[in-house]
């Protein structure tokens, strides 16, 4: 059974940081490229950040510079770094891994919520 399992969300002052968590199972995690999207209401999903199998990188402009994303491949678990965080960062964060190979499969955690409010 697959599952992504997302924590690390929470509230938290502008200017502070967190940590979220995806724990995977059930797939080869290796061989998936993994992302963070959030979502904030009224507004569409948007990629936060990605790391490839490779360990490649690449951010939203939005966050450039305050956030990090990693990997581990041998505990199965992709960390998002947050800090500075400002009230726009305000989103329900969800973990995605999507497959370098055929079928190409995607999986979704159920999301966490992060405030950023004084």
């Known amino acids: 059974q697959v599952q992504l399992v997302t924590s690390g969300g929470g509230l938290v002052q502008p200017g502070g940081s967190l940590r979220l968590s995806c724990a995977a199972s059930?797939?080869?995690?290796?061989?998936?490229?993994m992302s963070w999207y959030r979502q904030a209401p009224g507004k569409e999903r948007e990629l936060v950040a990605v790391?490839?199998?490779?360990?490649?990188?690449n951010y939203a402009d939005s966050v450039k510079g305050r956030f990090t994303i990693s990997r581990d491949n041998a505990k199965n678990t992709v960390l998002l770094e947050m800090n500075s965080l400002k009230p726009e960062d305000t989103a329900v964060y969800s973990c995605?891994?999507?497959?370098?190979?055929?079928?190409?499969?995607?999986?979704w955690g159920q999301g966490t919520q992060v405030t950023v409010s004084s």
């Open positions: 790391i490839t199998s490779a360990g490649g990188r």
């Open positions: 995605n891994a999507r497959g370098i190979y055929s079928p190409y499969r995607v999986y």
């Open positions: 059930g797939f080869t995690f290796s061989s998936y490229t």
